[in-house]
């Protein structure tokens, strides 16, 4: 049987590591703040800890790409993701627009467009690129640069409005 005392222990020890686990996302990953630092590109680090930057575009357009705090991996290869949001449908997409994203998926040299249901019921439209962890400054600046690009044209393309 556990004493009372190991029990208390071993219970603050769970919700300090908790606790820990939660500020630490919330700050994001130290890598992805070093790159962005020294690249000198001004970003917030969202409550579940990815990075929101803010790109201003031509016509007095601004798009919002995110990179993704957390990682996954393939074997050796550590991925994160970048990504923007288009914009958002109230129901799911007609077919037409769905075959136009698919087809347009496979058109690109990197990056794909997805659509994700929300609690709400509606659909976000977004373009994803997913990368290597390490990546050079100028190619993380471009691909950023393409992202934001991609995702207004097509914000602009099916909602005409500017909505990030």
């Known amino acids: 049987m556990v004493s009372k005392a190991l029990f208390l222990m071993l219970t603050f020890s769970l919700a ?3 606790t820990a686990f939660g500020q630490d996302k919330a700050k ?3 890598r992805v703040t070093q790159q962005l630092d020294r690249m000198g590109i001004h970003y917030s680090i969202t409550e579940s800890g990815n990075y ?4 201003d ?11 993704m705090g957390q990682t996954e991996k393939y074997k050796n290869t550590e ?6 949001r288009a914009g958002t449908f109230d129901s799911v997409p007609s077919a037409d627009v769905m075959r136009k994203l698919l087809e347009e998926s496979g058109t690109k040299e990197i990056g794909f467009w997805g659509l994700e249901e929300t609690d709400d019921g509606s659909y976000i439209v977004y373009f ?9 400054d100028s190619d993380l600046s471009s691909l950023l640069e393409l992202t934001a690009n991609v995702t207004d044209q097509k914000e602009a393309e099916l909602f005409n409005d500017d909505q990030e």
Not at 52 to 55: A, F, G, P, Q, T
Not at 57 to 67: A, E, F, M, P, S
Not at 79 to 84: A, C, D
Not at 128 to 136: C, D
Request: charged content about 25%; cysteine-free; aromatic content about 12%.
């Open 16 to 18: 300090a590591s908790l």
């Open 28 to 30: 994001g990953d130290p």
């Open 52 to 55: 929101s930057m803010k790109y």
């Open 57 to 67: 575009l031509d016509g007095d357009r601004t798009q919002t790409v995110y990179i």
């Open 79 to 84: 991925i994160r993701e970048l990504w923007s």
């Open 128 to 136: 994803s690129v997913k990368v290597p962890v390490y990546l050079r």
